[in-house]
């Protein structure tokens, strides 16, 4: 019992570690994502080079890294409660580790999906301000749009005006984004580990931990891209002048740019999943080894 609760704890203490990593790693590429995502059909950039140049003309604070310390704060939170729900959920699934021996990937999956679902009590909030501040860059993106200095103040104006439920914005559809991205997640990184430790015996287990995190990262986050197109553009659109919710903001975005916007940014959020996963992932995997705990499954 004392074992368990240890291993419990040690996967809160290095899901936080790898958390606050990750988030610095990927925050302008994202920055990038969130202004193609919200930008309006009458005011689109030229291309992804004309976006990064419009970032780039801002301070490093007021462009590529608007909006960073919100989330920065909060991913430590986030990413312990998303790694310790997942360890946890694993445990009491029956995914005992072991040597050698085939992971439990539906167990996997699940675990993932479940901590997908608990890590949005943190982690809609931190989403919501994070896309405000970022989307207000200046390009026309949100027309009539209030300009926020920092995330203090934009959490304060829309706990003012909204409420609690401001902070909640796009809830839904971060929760259909989050929750199957969370367990393709998993189970990508846990099958890749598994194999190249088995067949690739030669390449040190960092440098697999890093590649496999990676390739998940992407995979995840292609699976689920419409989702976060529209879970963005809801976030941004704080105030409720352009979108009522899901279907509402869905329709609007194919009826006047047609199915290529469910997939805008595509290209800067696989330039981000990378880095981004492939860190996170790595940094939780060393770090739970040096908490002395086992990484295979039985």
């Known amino acids: 019992m004392e074992k368990e609760s240890s291993y419990v704890r040690n996967d809160y203490i290095a899901g936080a570690i790898a958390g606050s990593v990750g988030v610095i790693a990927g925050h302008p590429f994202d920055t990038v994502k969130v202004q193609l995502q919200v930008q309006s059909a009458e005011n689109k950039y030229k291309s992804l080079l004309d976006c990064v140049s419009t970032v780039k003309k801002q ?28 360890g946890y959920s694993l445990k009491l699934l ?26 949005l009590i943190p982690a809609c909030p931190a ?8 989307s207000q860059i200046p390009h026309g993106n949100i027309q009539g749009a209030t300009f926020y200095k920092g995330p203090m103040e934009g959490a304060a ?28 997640y998993f189970l990508t990184f846990e099958f890749l580990t598994f194999n190249g430790s088995i067949k690739l015996p030669f390449i040190p287990a960092a440098v697999q931990n890093f590649f496999a995190g990676g390739i ?27 979108y009522k919710g899901f279907l509402d903001c869905a329709l609007a975005c ?45």
């Open 157 to 184: 104006h829309i706990l003012r005006v909204h409420g609690l439920r401001g902070m909640y914005r796009g809830l839904p559809t971060q929760c259909i984004r989050d929750v199957p991205a969370n367990g393709i």
């Open 59 to 86: 301070k490093l604070s007021k462009g590529f890294f608007r909006g960073l310390s919100w989330p920065m704060f909060s991913a430590g939170v986030i990413n312990s409660v998303y790694f310790g729900v997942y």
């Open 94 to 119: 029956g995914g005992n580790k072991e040597d050698n021996s085939t992971p439990p990937y539906l167990k996997i999956l699940v675990s993932g999906c479940l901590g997908g679902v608990v890590q």
């Open 254 to 298: 194919y009826k006047q740019e047609g199915p290529s916007v469910f997939f805008r940014g595509l290209s800067m959020v696989a330039m981000r999943a990378f880095p981004v996963n492939a860190v996170t992932l790595m940094v939780y995997s060393e770090s739970m080894k040096f908490l002395g705990e086992e990484v295979s499954y039985g």
């Open 216 to 242: 998940a990262g992407v995979l995840s986050w292609m699976a689920i891209m419409p989702f976060d197109v529209v879970k963005s553009r809801l976030q941004a659109d704080c105030d409720s002048k352009h």
């Open 127 to 134: 989403e919501v301000i994070k896309v405000v501040l970022q």
